[in-house]
């Protein structure tokens, strides 16, 4: 009778780990490519938000969540494409975190998302352009369009005194999109951009282009690059040769590898990118440096809400169907409900699972705005002594 009982328990253990479903969640960043160095703490944020939903055991009667990751060099569109398809179709994910860089992410959610109806939260595709992509409700962002960073970058510049800059862009959707918005706004606040060019990724001699902005001139020259690419061979070209040695940087420049590489170079160089001094962002770096990540390198709180935000959106819709949950992310994106930080995910799966409302604050002071994409807030940083130092928020 003993063994009958435990063979009945066990059996019964089995049917239950058998019955509890185990839902992907896709990755899509750029692991190669013009911001590679930023893709690896990006996938660690929204890992992290995954492991906290699962630590839980709360998430729709005990379903278990795994990433898949999915590499889209950041810049090549095939290659984005090819990959969400294969998560879409053959990993068979419910949700994708991505994609990372404005082209790549145009896309894969037109080519492959939409199509199938998948849900994509970007972490960091920031172009204006994605602002007005009929997307079918599929298609939010937890970083803020460049139509707000180009108005930040003007506003930072007219209070540091510079009236006149030069600026140089990488010759993609992101590029473009930040040099026009940004231009609109410094000159409509009274200042002089003198050459506003185009640059190539992938080049061994930025000669040609460092002298087209030296000859046109310039106080600071703004580099609205990636830190990986053309980014770092404007810098280059333009330090040996003299042309400027103050730059301004915006979020495809701000990483960890941009003070390893240039320091003590830059001096005096500022920039900025998503971010925020609040609570739910003093928490999340709390967490991620625990983890072992780096947690203030950008783009990597921004990916634990988009991580979030699609696990809590599931909860509240009591489906992993993208077609059902997909209506429920600017609810628990927003007010009213309770405000819930990094950390508190096993909280806000409870509140959902009784029916009640949550206001997802997250890493990064979430509030989706329009259509669906982030308010805004940015972390300004300036150069000192060889160190990118936060100098304020905005």
């Not at 005096?268 to 609570?279: K, V, Y």
């Not at 947690?295 to 990916?303: L, Q, Y």
């Amino acid at each position: 009778m003993k063994k009958l009982l435990l063979a009945t328990a066990a059996a019964a253990l089995t049917t239950g780990a058998a019955g509890a479903e185990d839902i992907k969640l896709g990755i899509l960043l750029g692991f190669t490519g013009p911001l590679e160095t930023l893709a690896p703490d990006m996938a660690a944020g929204a890992n992290l938000a995954i492991s906290e939903v699962n630590d839980s055991g709360l998430f729709l009667d005990g379903t278990t969540v795994s990433s898949v990751n999915g590499d889209t060099g950041c810049i090549d569109a095939g290659l984005a494409v090819a990959s969400a398809e294969r998560l879409i179709t053959s990993d068979k994910v419910s949700g994708i975190v991505g994609g990372m860089c404005s082209g790549e992410t145009t896309a894969s959610l037109q080519n492959a998302a939409i199509p199938n109806g998948m849900v994509m939260i970007s972490p960091s595709a920031t172009s204006p352009a994605l602002s007005t992509v009929e997307d079918n409700g599929l298609f939010f962002r937890t970083s803020p369009s460049d139509a707000r960073q180009g108005q930040v970058m003007a506003d930072i510049l007219m209070d540091r005194g510079i009236n006149e800059v030069a600026v140089t862009y990488t010759n993609n959707d992101y590029g473009k999109g930040l040099a026009d918005s940004f231009q609109a706004a410094y000159e409509a606040a009274g200042g002089k951009v003198t050459l506003n060019a185009a640059h190539e990724d992938g080049k061994a001699d930025y000669s040609a282009e460092v002298g087209a902005l030296a000859s046109a001139g310039g106080d600071v020259l703004v580099v609205a690059g990636y830190v990986d690419q053309g980014g770092a061979g404007i810098i280059n070209g333009a330090l040996d040769t003299g042309a400027f040695d103050t730059f301004m940087f915006p979020d495809g420049m701000v990483s960890d590898s941009l003070e390893a590489n240039f320091g003590d170079m830059v001096e005096g160089s500022f920039g900025q990118h998503p971010g925020n001094d609040s609570e739910g962002g003093t928490k999340f770096t709390e967490l991620g440096t625990a983890a072992g990540f780096s947690p203030t390198n950008a783009f990597s709180p921004e990916s634990y809400d988009a991580a979030a935000l699609i696990l809590l959106a599931m909860q509240a819709a009591g489906s992993t169907d993208p077609q059902v949950y997909k209506d429920k992310v600017m609810d628990v994106a927003n007010a009213p409900g309770e405000p819930i930080l990094p950390g508190e995910l096993a909280k806000a799966l409870e509140i959902l699972q009784g029916g009640g409302d949550v206001d997802f604050i997250g890493a990064s002071a979430v509030e989706l705005i329009g259509p669906g994409e982030s308010a805004g807030n940015y972390r300004e940083i300036e150069f000192k002594d060889g160190k990118m130092s936060t100098v304020g928020y905005r």
